[in-house]
């Protein structure tokens, strides 16, 4: 699915993205992430083998959210809704850590602050579903 211009702008101005990822009891798992647009595919860095990883290992279904600063028509605080598919791609995150560092902390910030991070995974997201409340959804609220 392409990502809407909309949901593109608000991905990239730096909203924090809250991650959903499915335990092996079928639970959610819920993390902050940083998040970026490549193509149109959400990309986010994890230098870690941490749970949202072993989760996407076995059960690709992940779910992403974003509040918006903006407000709709009604008054409604907007927020977008983004449910897809990940996989994994070995290396490349502390890369991609340092390109969304500027977004998130600051144009001159080293991350991660230290000299040799593991190169860990970057996550690509193919998004399947958009919903939420926004111009992404291509409905009026």
């Known amino acids: 699915m392409k990502i809407p ?3 593109r702008q608000l991905i ?3 909203a924090h993205a809250h991650l959903v990822t499915l335990n092996a009891d079928g639970s959610p798992q819920v993390t902050v992430v ?3 647009v490549d193509g149109d595919e959400v990309v986010t860095a994890h230098l870690m083998e941490s749970q949202k990883i072993k989760n996407v290992r076995r059960d690709a279904r992940v779910a992403l959210t974003f509040e918006s600063p903006t407000q709709s028509a ?3 605080t ?3 809704v983004m449910y ?4 994994l791609v070995p290396g490349g995150a502390p890369a991609l850590l340092q390109r969304l560092a500027r977004i ?8 991660p602050p230290m000299d040799q991070p593991p190169p860990g995974n970057v996550m690509h997201i193919t998004v ?3 919903a939420g409340v926004g111009p992404w959804t291509g409905r009026a609220v």
């Not at 897809?84 to 996989?87: C, H, L, N, P, Q």
């Not at 998130?104 to 991350?111: A, N, S, T």
């Open 104 to 111: 998130y902390l600051g144009p001159d910030v080293k991350f």
């Open 74 to 76: 009604m008054g409604l």
């Open 34 to 36: 940083w998040a970026g």
């Open 84 to 87: 897809g598919r990940a996989r």
């Open 128 to 130: 399947e579903r958009i």
């Open 5 to 7: 211009d909309s949901a």
């Open 12 to 14: 990239e101005s730096g």
């Open 78 to 80: 907007e927020y977008l």
